[in-house]
Nanobody
Framework: QVQLMESGGGSVQAGGSLRLSCAAS????????MAWFRQAPGKEHEGVAF????????YYADSVKGRFTISKANAKNTFYLRMNSLKLEDTAMYYC??????????????????????WGQGAKVTVSS
């Protein structure tokens, strides 16, 4: 059974940094795409990064481009979201998500959260002034 588990959320002052982790128990042989979404209170899901299983191809939302970076741990199915220069508006619950059936460069394009069939429990990020 596929499982995703985030960790690394917390509180930080504006301008600070955090790194979120997503441990994915997805069989290595399966094709899949990954993404990081966030949802602020009272708002819709917002996709912030879309990438392939190797972290080779990635797309970032304009709201985080240049500040957020995804990466993957070597020899592990663990993905990271490094968040620098955090702003108040980055405050949200962050989720890693997986979608099976697509791979490679096709993963690096923005899609609705409804396209993803695997979800972690979320990690809360709070940015204060």
């Amino acid at each position: 059974q596929v499982q995703l588990m985030e960790s690394g959320g917390g509180s930080v002052q504006a301008g600070g940094s955090l790194r979120l982790s997503c441990a994915a128990s997805i069989p290595f042989y399966r094709q899949y795409c990954m993404a990081w979404f966030r949802q602020a209170p009272g708002k819709e899901h917002e996709g912030v990064a879309f990438f392939d299983r190797f972290g080779t191809f990635a797309y970032y939302a304009d709201s985080v481009k240049g500040r957020f970076t995804i990466s993957k741990a070597n020899a592990k199915n663990t993905f990271y979201l490094r968040m620098n220069s955090l702003k108040l508006e980055d405050t949200a619950m962050y989720y890693c998500a997986g979608e099976s059936g697509t791979s490679g460069a096709n993963c690096a394009s923005p899609r609705s959260h409804t396209a993803y069939n695997y979800w972690g429990q979320g990690a809360k990020v709070t940015v204060s002034s």
